[in-house]
């Protein structure tokens, strides 16, 4: 079983940026992929980025695609997502995912099997 340990949320301004991480206990041995959801509120888990390390590819949902970056550190098994220009409906639990589904449908997060306990981002205005 992959353990997710995200870290790297806090309470920032508007504007301000954030770089959070996520921690795997081991090598990722199924699927090729990583990704990043966030949830606010009474809202359902929203898909943020993915990364797919087979051919490095990045894959962004439109909330946070342009004030987002996501990379691997593949040595030191860490997902990062940098955020930047951060608004306070950015405001929300960030989660880690491993383990992706086969069709390649990363946007449904009730298709990933790993999940970190999320960190929280807080933007004030």
């Known amino acids: 079983q992959v353990h997710l340990v995200e870290s790297g949320g806090g309470l920032v301004q508007a504007g301000e940026s954030l770089k959070l991480s996520c921690a795997a206990s081991?090598?990722?041995?199924?699927?090729?992929?990583m990704a990043w959801f966030r949830q606010a509120p009474g809202k359902e888990r929203e898909f943020v980025a993915a990364f797919r390390w087979s051919d490095g590819k990045s894959f962004y949902g439109s909330s946070l695609k342009g004030r987002s970056a996501i990379s691997l550190d593949n040595i030191n098994k860490t997902l990062y997502l940098q955020l930047h220009g951060l608004k306070p409906e950015d405001t929300a639990l960030y989660y880690c995912?491993?383990?992706?589904?086969?069709?390649?449908?990363?946007?449904?997060?009730?298709?990933?099997?790993?999940w970190g306990q999320g960190t929280r981002v807080t933007v004030s205005s």
């Open positions: 081991e090598s990722i041995n199924t699927g090729d992929a």
């Open positions: 995912a491993a383990d992706p589904p086969a069709s390649g449908d990363y946007n449904n997060f009730r298709l990933w099997l790993y």
